[in-house]
């Protein structure tokens, strides 16, 4: 997955970080470090995307699993007056 999005792959990476992300929660839990680690892979895949309302949920997973992003990066700049993003910034701090 990280390959994939590293060449700007996204769908194809997406694909990768879903089932990651299914298969830690199902073997670790919600709540396990790894899968909040997916959830912030996910979202940062899905901002890539601009799928910003499938993203925002995976970032706050992430962020509340202890994990965070760097919202500075340009690639956030079409949410940076989204509320709900400026709260997870916000949360993130």
Not at 11 to 34: E, N
Not at 63 to 73: A, L, M
């Given at each position: 997955?990280?390959?994939?999005?590293?060449?700007?792959?996204?769908?194809?990476?997406?694909?990768?970080?879903?089932?990651?992300?299914?298969?830690?929660?199902?073997?670790?839990?919600?709540?396990h470090?790894?899968?909040?680690?997916?959830?912030?892979?996910?979202?940062?895949?899905?901002?890539?995307?601009?799928?910003y309302?499938?993203?925002?949920p995976?970032?706050?997973?992430?962020?509340?699993?202890?994990?965070?992003?760097?919202?500075?990066?340009?690639?956030?700049?079409?949410?940076?007056?989204?509320?709900?993003?400026?709260?997870?910034?916000?949360?993130?701090?």
């Amino acid at each position: 997955a990280i390959v994939e999005a590293g060449q700007n792959r996204y769908a194809s990476a997406l694909s990768y970080f879903q089932r990651s992300l299914a298969i830690s929660q199902k073997t670790l839990g919600p709540d396990h470090s790894v899968t909040a680690l997916n959830h912030i892979n996910t979202g940062k895949i899905l901002v890539g995307l601009r799928r910003y309302d499938q993203a925002i949920p995976h970032l706050q997973a992430g962020i509340q699993g202890g994990f965070s992003f760097d919202w500075t990066d340009r690639g956030f700049a079409p949410l940076r007056r989204d509320p709900r993003f400026l709260t997870l910034a916000a949360e993130q701090e």
